[in-house]
């Protein structure tokens, strides 16, 4: 049976249109590119092609993975079972919810309306802003695709740490000067899920059998719903790597703090799913600093078009935008810190 | 627009991008079911999406 959602379905003209204007304005420019230096048309075609599929293929076996472990964390674990578990302090209980990931690893579309059952379950604001900052991140399927894409090094160590820094400080900030009442939208109390849950029913009293079967649904939904999204964003990244010059990219990106700025307004845009970003951002090594892709890596998981779209659903909008400017601030300012710390 | 139509979307632009890719490596005979698997891939997650959407 379908079930309509009012409030997703209003949204999703704005992220159509805001993708339309993104892919119209790539493709213009990538036009207006390869006619005025008069490259082979074909040649770039086989360049796109071959980009595409390098960013895609290796990402989709991390989505269908985080997917599947979603549908089975979804289904077989009680949040009644881990609430009993939580923090008394603020700070620890804003340490708690950085690591909450780790038991409910979803990506940043997710988490939304995962955050806001367990605020309904009775979970500590600074607790479920600080999953809801970092879970995206927070979780084995991120972790092994950082380290596949990466490696064990700076990258991935500056990554998490950075991400339990922002989630802890702005979980913190939030949790001490606003008021839980006046955090969540009235109308959330009482709202349908977003986005992964309208398939979700009742679970409880069914067989293994009939619950393994419920947790492959719930994967499979989970996975057509991000695979659009990775379609999109390997789709965006190719063409930039394609047709936007690499001289132009570094004369946006130059600068320790430019690099950042450009890369965290990219990883807003972009909107790609935390779980295959990192092959995204590996596309850029060579061309930004170390500052500017951890940054990218670190604010991209906590807000985006889409989760920002989604925050509007639940929270009050003052929170909202809590919740856009400061990991924007402080991934900004941490991505430069770096750049400065390694020589810049 | 209509999970079909979609479905069908995704098939072109999945074997569009396997045949090029083909073409880059020197081996369309490769290309080719890499561009078919591509685009069942990519037009099942389409029209999925579509239908949910509608």
């Excluded at chain 1, 009482?190 to 009939?210: S, T, Y």
């Excluded at chain 2, 079911?33 to 959407?53: C, E, H």
């Amino acid at each position: 049976m379908r079930i309509d959602h009012p409030r997703t379905a209003s949204l999703l003209p704005i992220k159509r249109v805001i993708f339309v204007l993104l892919a119209a304005s790539v493709l213009s420019a990538a036009l207006y590119q390869a006619l005025r230096a008069g490259d082979d048309l074909y040649l770039t075609a086989t360049v796109f092609a071959t980009r595409f599929l390098g960013i895609f293929i290796e990402a989709v076996p991390f989505l269908l993975l985080g997917s599947l472990t979603s549908g089975l964390i979804e289904t077989f674990v009680k949040t009644d079972d881990v609430l009993r578990f939580l923090p008394r302090s603020r700070l620890g209980a804003a340490l708690g919810g950085t690591l909450l990931g780790l038991v409910f690893p979803v990506c940043e579309c997710g988490v939304v309306p995962v955050t806001r059952r367990l605020f309904r379950k009775g979970l500590p604001l600074s607790m479920g802003v600080a999953f809801l900052l970092a879970a995206p991140f927070m979780n084995p399927i991120v972790f092994a695709s950082t380290y596949i894409a990466f490696g064990f090094g700076g990258v991935l160590i500056g990554r998490a740490l950075l991400t339990v820094l922002v989630a802890v400080i702005v979980a913190t900030v939030i949790g001490s000067f606003a008021d839980p009442r006046e955090v969540l939208k009235p109308s959330s109390e009482k709202a349908g899920e977003d986005c992964h849950d309208h398939h979700h029913h009742p679970i409880g009293g069914l067989g293994l059998r009939a619950k393994l079967f419920s947790a492959v649904q719930i994967g499979a939904d989970d996975f057509f719903e991000m695979g659009r999204f990775l379609i999109l964003g390997s789709g965006l990244a190719a063409l930039l790597q394609t047709f936007v010059p690499q001289d132009s990219l570094l004369a946006l990106g130059s600068g320790p703090i430019m690099s950042v700025l450009f890369m965290q307004i990219l990883a807003f845009l972009l909107s790609v799913c935390s779980t295959v970003d990192s092959f995204l951002a590996l596309a850029f090594v060579n061309t930004f600093s170390t500052g500017a892709i951890i940054s990218f890596l670190s604010f991209g998981p906590m807000v985006d078009i889409k989760s920002t779209l989604m925050f509007t659903g639940v929270f009050r909008r003052k929170i909202v935008f809590y919740l856009v400017l400061l990991p924007f601030v402080l991934n900004l300012l941490a991505g430069v810190l770096i750049n400065v710390a390694l020589g810049y | 627009m209509q999970p079909n139509l979609l479905f069908a979307v995704g098939i072109v632009i999945g074997l569009a991008v396997g045949v090029l890719f083909g073409f880059s490596i020197g081996n369309v005979t490769l290309g080719m079911p890499t561009g078919v698997m591509l685009g069942l891939l990519i037009g099942l997650i389409m029209s999925k999406s579509g239908s949910d959407q509608t």
